[in-house]
């Protein structure tokens, strides 16, 4: 069965730093790429990062260029999201998202649970 | 680059729900579908225009040509009320829609 697991959600200060981390079961990681989705409290999808297969091609979302990191660990069957310079506006559930290749695109296939992030003085 | 879709539709049980997503051009790319139900993560339900993962209802079907993309749920039930969301892919960067509210009446 395929599994993401986030962790490393919770409450953080302005100008501070999370890692957040998405443990992969169920299937072989290293075969595909994976995505940071947000999700602010009653409101819409935004999608914050992906890193492909070899960790090699890596892209963020202008709201958090600069700011934060994707990497993945391939012996770990993780990939973590380092955020830094918190904002307010960075609160939100953070979904770790599988991506699947096919008709020349990503399709989101599998999701975990997610994790709340609050960045609060 | 821009999803639009309606903040909210409406159907009977049993009815036909018709969810749309528009762009420039996106008949020219391929779109994906996603459920979410409240308190949980989003479901894939279409993807590549029309096609169904593993597991979908053949009640979900999807159409994409011009500027419009089309969910098509056929035959609703209430489990179906949800949030659904088309996405696309920009070049390197993943696009959502603002989502529609399907209510089941």
């Known amino acids: 069965e395929v599994q993401l697991v986030e962790s490393g959600g919770g409450l953080g200060k302005p100008g501070e730093s999370l890692r957040l981390s998405c443990a992969a079961s169920g299937f072989t990681s290293s075969s595909f790429t994976f995505n940071w989705v947000r999700q602010t409290p009653g409101k819409g999808l935004e999608w914050v990062s992906s890193i492909d297969s070899g960790g090699r091609f890596i892209y963020y979302a202008d709201s958090v260029k600069g700011r934060f990191t994707i990497s993945r660990d391939t012996a770990k069957n993780s990939v973590y999201l380092q955020m830094s310079s918190l904002r307010a506006e960075d609160t939100a559930v953070y979904y770790c998202?599988?991506?699947?290749f096919g008709s020349g695109t990503y399709r989101l296939d599998f999701w975990g649970q997610g994790t709340l992030v609050t960045v609060s003085s | 680059y821009v999803l639009t879709q309606p903040p909210s539709e409406s159907v009977a049980p049993g009815q036909t729900a018709r969810i749309t997503c528009g762009g420039n051009?996106?008949?020219?790319?391929?779109v994906h579908w996603y459920q979410q139900k409240p308190g949980q993560a989003p479901v894939l339900v279409v993807y590549d225009d029309s096609a169904r993962p593993s597991g979908i209802p053949e009640r979900f079907s999807g159409s994409n040509s011009g500027n419009t993309a089309t969910l098509t749920i056929s035959g609703v039930e209430a489990g179906d009320e949800a949030d659904y969301y088309c996405?696309?892919?920009?070049?390197?960067?993943?696009?959502f829609g603002g989502g529609t509210k399907l209510t089941v009446l």
């Open positions: 051009k996106i008949g020219t790319k391929s």
């Open positions: 996405q696309v892919w920009d070049t390197i960067t993943a696009v």
């Open positions: 998202a599988r991506g699947s």
